[in-house]
């Protein structure tokens, strides 16, 4: 009898445990599907803000990537499947200048290289959304040859898709002035030629090679006329200030009584510059334009500085820099912060003008020049033809090519507002 007792004594406490360990399994269980919903949740929001920060399935830049990714800061990579956009015979106004394979050269995998920012995707450019975008307007390069090449970039883009008879390319105002026209979108490409944007003994858009450079600092309304109601603004200019000094005058060409001076370079390209931006302040729509400005454009004269023959230059280069950060000799910094300071006073005052900072990733490419392989504007000596590093430019650059990445960055940006 006691045994049964005792028996009875112990069925209620191991009950007991055993009803506790069936809580304490159903509230783990609990815990971990609530945590399994949280983590699910929260992984499709992870993902999305990885959609968009890569962006790999949009034509546009959104606002939100825009500002997660440097577009500037990234690597080349070779594509030859995607790359080049165009093919030179067959775009319509290319130039002699910037045409490698018509004027014979062979090592065409200059190409083929993509620029890819290291947090997102360049969108991809696409000709019908640009016309459409400049349906009624007019898009306008200002600068220098650069410019122009660049200018030449954008038309062949375009040129593929707009049937013949409905484009046309104007010359205006002694060839100053080239407009490319989209007849259907009623839209404008243009280029002007002002190489130093403000007025020069330069201004002329073919006889401007002159030694002795002499630039008016504080006149700008010779050019600023022609773009004055333009839509999409790029400019640039560096190439042309490439001197330790410049004759700046205070005064007109026409008149005698003008004051001449010597002003070192980097301070009488912040004079016009500062000139070219009071300019912008006073004149720009805020609500109608959008403004650019296209970062120096680097030269690869001395290929002791990556390396190579101290007395070479890009000629028969093929291969690209391959050193992190490259930054070579001709490209000034001090130039740079200059632009840099000019457009962040300007965006305090309430223009805001982008930078299309093409300097870096544009070192790396010494082999994207045309080199020799151009139409020479003067005939070539003996000594010349025996010394083709000579005569070969390593200024400009070759098309289809690097110009068309500069082109990519400047859609990426337009279509961002």
């Not at 890819?116 to 696409?126: A, E, G, I, K």
């Not at 090679?209 to 309304?221: M, N, S, Y």
């Not at 016009?272 to 302040?281: K, N, V």
Request: charged share 25%.
């Amino acid at each position: 009898m006691a045994a049964k007792k005792q028996q009875q004594a112990v069925i209620p406490a191991t009950w007991g445990i055993k009803n506790s360990f069936h809580s304490l399994v159903a509230l783990l269980v609990t815990v971990l599907f609530i945590a399994a919903v949280y983590l699910t949740q929260n992984s499709g929001v992870l993902q999305l803000a990885e959609d968009r920060m890569t962006s790999k399935s949009s034509d546009h830049l959104d606002d939100e990537s825009s500002r997660q990714c440097n577009l500037f800061s990234g690597k080349w990579v070779f594509d030859n499947k995607s790359y080049p956009l165009y093919k030179e015979k067959e775009c319509t106004y290319m130039s002699d200048q910037l045409a490698c394979g018509k004027f014979g050269r062979k090592d065409l995998n200059y190409r083929f290289w993509r620029w890819q920012p290291h947090q997102c995707d360049l969108p991809r450019f696409n000709a019908a959304a640009l016309l459409e975008r400049l349906r009624n307007k007019r898009l306008v390069y200002v600068g220098d040859s650069l410019n122009r090449g660049q200018w030449v970039s954008m038309t062949c883009l375009v040129d593929s898709t707009i049937p013949p008879k409905l484009k046309t390319m104007q010359y205006k105002h002694n060839g100053s002035l080239i407009i490319f026209k989209a007849i259907e979108y009623n839209a404008t490409i243009e280029f002007y030629w002002a190489p130093l944007l403000v007025e020069s003994n330069s201004d002329d858009p073919v006889h401007h090679r002159l030694p002795d450079r002499i630039v008016r600092v504080q006149a700008i309304e010779k050019h600023a006329r022609y773009w004055t109601d333009a839509d999409i603004l790029v400019f640039n200019s560096y190439l042309w200030w490439k001197r330790p000094e410049m004759e700046v005058l205070w005064g007109s060409f026409e008149s005698p009584d003008g004051v001449h001076k010597e002003v070192e370079m980097p301070r009488a390209y912040e004079m016009a510059l500062r000139t070219w931006s009071q300019w912008l302040e006073v004149h720009i729509n805020r609500n109608k334009t959008q403004l650019f400005f296209v970062s120096m454009s680097p030269i690869h004269e001395r290929a002791g500085e990556w390396g190579g023959a101290t007395d070479g230059n890009c000629y028969g280069e093929t291969d690209q820099i391959l050193q992190p950060g490259y930054w070579g000799n001709t490209t000034d910094k001090k130039m740079m912060h200059i632009v840099e300071s000019v457009l962040a006073d300007l965006n305090t005052r309430g223009l805001n003008v982008k930078l299309i900072n093409i300097t870096q990733l544009t070192e790396y490419r010494k082999e994207g020049h045309p080199s020799i392989y151009r139409k020479q504007w003067d005939p070539l000596t003996e000594e010349q033809i025996s010394n083709p590093s000579s005569y070969a430019d390593c200024i400009h650059w070759c098309l289809p090519g690097i110009p068309d990445v500069w082109n990519e960055l400047l859609y990426a940006y337009i279509f961002q507002h």
